[in-house]
């Protein structure tokens, strides 16, 4: 079973509103990991932290979604303004390292709908 | 860029029937590959990767074998199951630092009776 746990499972917004999803990586990962799964089920890199320091983030990330890694807290994604593009399966994943042959975990993802 | 490409949309197969499943990679140095697969409604999960020590990964009665001369690594069962039917992924991990891992499309596997 996953270790990795996101909350809530469900998001159901409004266009403009703030969505906000939470996730607490397995203990003792690091590296956390946020990807959008689209409609067709393909995979989009968001961010991936290390602690709590950016590593790499995508441009849309940049403009409209602010997501933070704090220590002895959840780490969070935030859309500030909601758009119906943005209806999607959103899931954090953690690893142990950020090496490149090290497992990555998900959790089971928090399925935003924007109304 | 680097790139996978992995079988792509729905595969539908008989309970019995062999799985092969493709992945191509294209990359200036070889990448990681892994095999994810997701149920419905649960984690993806890691199901194969590509760097064993020379040994053929297997999980789950599946493998898959790295071969650099045609940049694949297709996953093969050799009897599909009921609950093998799940999405699965094809990925990459190029070698360079601030580790990300990227999902081929991913097939979606229908086992019937």
């Known amino acids: 079973n996953s270790k990795v746990i996101q909350t809530p499972r469900y998001l159901v917004k409004g266009q403009g509103q703030k969505a906000k999803m939470r996730c607490i990586p397995e203990?003792?990962?690091?590296?956390v990991f946020w990807y959008q799964q689209n409609k067709n089920n393909e995979f989009k890199f968001l961010i991936n932290?290390?602690?709590?320091?950016?590593?790499?983030q995508i441009d849309m990330t940049e403009k409209r979604f602010s997501a933070e890694c704090p220590s002895n807290s959840p780490c969070s994604l935030e859309i500030q303004s909601s758009e119906a593009g943005d209806s999607a399966l959103y899931l954090c994943a953690s690893s142990l390292s950020g090496g490149a042959n090290t497992e990555v975990f998900f959790g089971k993802g928090t399925r935003l709908t924007v109304v | 860029g680097d790139s996978v490409t992995q079988t792509e949309g729905l595969v539908t197969l008989t309970e019995g029937l062999p799985v092969m499943l493709n992945c191509t990679y294209q990359?200036?140095?070889?990448?990681?590959l892994f095999w994810y697969v997701q149920h419905l409604n649960e984690a993806p999960k890691l199901l194969l990767k590509?760097?064993?020590?020379?040994k053929r990964p297997e999980h789950q009665g599946f493998h898959a074998t790295l071969h650099k001369s045609s940049s694949s690594f297709h996953l093969q069962k050799s009897s599909a199951q009921l609950s093998d039917s799940a999405l699965y992924y094809c990925?990459?991990?190029?070698?360079?630092?601030?580790?990300?891992?990227?999902f081929g499309k991913g097939t979606l596997l229908t086992v019937t009776p």
């Open positions: 990359s200036t140095y070889s990448p990681f």
């Open positions: 990925a990459w991990v190029s070698g360079g630092s601030n580790y990300k891992l990227t």
């Open positions: 203990k003792g990962h690091p590296v």
């Open positions: 590509s760097f064993t020590d020379n």
């Open positions: 932290f290390q602690n709590q320091e950016v590593l790499q």
